[in-house]
């Protein structure tokens, strides 16, 4: 049995191809683990916000000294923390967008991406604090990034892989459904997607 963390960032309703790769991903894990416990958030329904002053401030305040509005405002921030540390598989959907992730994707790293909780800074650098889990993402686009010219255009997979191994989150698995606007090959996309992905 595993605790999944499925992670939904599309603005687009279940026609989003990120969001049946992600749901086939999901799928998968629970029939290898059954019983497994699935916890989903969707960034989108409500709109996952942005950070503000007031949470920034907070964040780089000692909890014994933050004051009452300070502490409701890292609520938010503190509960997806703890979904992230209670999960041993965390599915993340990531579409591109303009050759980069969401903006509500992006707001969710930025609410757990903190200094003290997920990674801290000792005599050896930085060092991430969620280890010994599982992540895939599940990326769509309608291009093709994995290869040839347009890899450099491709700022999500680099930029994820990146900022979570960054919090200890280092064995990523990337599941790809692309070329969805190419004739030719948007026909097979998202199948050849799902076909692809391997649970571990």
């Known amino acids: ?13 279940e026609a989003s191809v990120s969001k049946q790769l992600g749901n086939a991903v999901v799928e998968k894990i629970t029939a290898k683990y059954p019983g497994s416990i699935l916890k989903k ?8 916000p942005h950070l503000e002053e007031a949470q920034i401030h907070a964040f780089f305040t000692p909890a014994e000294h933050r004051t009452p509005e300070q502490l409701k405002s890292v ?29 509500t994707l992006k707001s969710w790293l930025d609410h757990i991406a903190r200094a003290g909780a997920t990674f801290r800074y000792s005599e050896n650098g930085p060092e991430g604090l969620i280890k010994n ?21 491709d700022f999500v997979i680099p930029y994820l892989t990146q900022t979570l ?25 998202l199948q050849k997607g799902i076909e692809s992905i391997s649970v571990e």
Do not use: C, W
């Open 1 to 13: 049995m595993k605790q999944i963390l499925h992670i939904s960032s599309s603005p687009r309703s």
């Open 41 to 48: 958030r969707d960034l989108t329904n409500p709109l996952f």
């Open 75 to 103: 609520v938010l921030s503190d509960t997806v923390i703890t979904e992230l540390k209670e999960a041993d598989i965390i599915v993340i959907e990531a579409p591109l967008y303009n050759f980069g992730i969401t903006s």
């Open 133 to 153: 889990k599982k992540v895939y993402l599940a990326f769509s686009s309608g291009g093709v990034y994995s290869e040839g010219e347009r890899q450099a255009y």
């Open 165 to 189: 191994g960054f919090m200890g989150m280092t064995d990523i698995s990337v599941v790809r459904a692309e070329g969805l606007a190419v004739p030719g090959i948007q026909e097979t996309a």
